[in-house]
Nanobody
Framework: VQLQASGGGLVQTGGSLRLSCAAS????????????VAWFRQAPGKEREFVAT?????????RYADSVKGRFTISRDNSKDTAYLEMDSLKPEDTAVYYC???????????????????WGQGTLVTVSS
């Protein structure tokens, strides 16, 4: 599975951006809908942190970090093999490199953890100016 994150850029405080995570799946018998997709971010000088996940493909396990809840929305279009992160009301503290990750076998307790995902994209930079 190859993931390509895009959509980052420079935006003012209060603005919006939509990130995309396009998947290329070459695993026989699996399609994009079989994968949970998550977004993580890493700010300068800080460790990478969880942002949001679509949850397990079985459904009803979407999760958000408290810091983005109510401002960010994760979604997916299985017909396009793409997941999205809609980011509204952006703040300077949202500045980071955003990574998308995927897994076909993430367990419930690992939904917010890096170790839950075994496929990673290259990252896209989001800069929010004050």
């Amino acid at each position: 599975v190859q993931l390509q994150a895009s959509g980052g850029g420079l935006v003012q405080t209060g603005g919006s951006l939509r990130l995309s995570c396009a998947a290329s799946i070459r695993t026989s018998g699996r399609t994009f809908r079989n994968y949970a997709v998550a977004w993580f971010r890493q700010a300068p000088g800080k460790e990478r942190e969880f942002v949001a996940t679509t949850g397990r493909p079985s459904g009803h396990t979407e999760r958000y970090a408290d810091s983005v809840k109510g401002r960010f929305t994760i979604s997916r279009d299985n017909s396009k093999d793409t997941a999205y992160l809609e980011m509204d009301s952006l703040k300077p503290e949202d500045t980071a490199v955003y990574y998308c990750a995927a897994s076909s076998s993430v367990i419930l307790s690992n939904l917010r953890l890096e170790r839950g995902y075994n496929h990673w994209g290259q990252g896209t930079l989001v800069t929010v100016s004050s």
